[in-house]
């Protein structure tokens, strides 16, 4: 079965960073269109063939989503945090264009920003 558990959330002023990680088990995330969720919203999402990659317009220029087919992990890079950008996010296959989850989703992590 379909694993996914994210890390990388915490406290953060305003203005600061963090790096979220999605390490997959079930799942070859290299065979996937992958992405981030804020709650329900979609954030970012990274193509299977990885050339193309797709960011909700509240984080383009600020969050950088990537890929590590050596560890199987999924990562955003989230600079320039604002206070909306608070909550709980999630990692899973994306339905591309639709821009929803494919699996019931883990724990997630939780992301707070302070301002």
């Known amino acids: 079965q379909v694993h996914l558990v994210e890390s990388g959330g915490g406290l953060v002023q305003a203005g600061g960073s963090l790096r979220l990680s999605c390490a997959a088990t079930?799942?070859?995330?290299?065979?996937?269109?992958m992405g981030w969720f804020r709650q329900r919203e979609f954030v970012a999402a990274f193509s299977w063939s990885g050339?193309?990659?797709e960011y909700a317009e509240p984080v383009r220029g600020r969050f950088t989503i990537s890929r590590d087919d050596a560890k199987n992990t999924l990562y955003l890079q989230m600079n320039n945090l604002k206070p909306e950008d608070t909550g709980g996010y999630y990692c899973?296959?994306?339905?591309?264009?639709?821009?929803?989850?494919?699996?019931?989703w883990g724990q997630g992590t939780q992301v707070t920003v302070s301002s």
């Open positions: 050339n193309i990659i």
């Open positions: 899973d296959a994306v339905r591309w264009g639709a821009w929803e989850g494919r699996h019931p």
């Open positions: 079930g799942l070859i995330l290299s065979n996937a269109d």
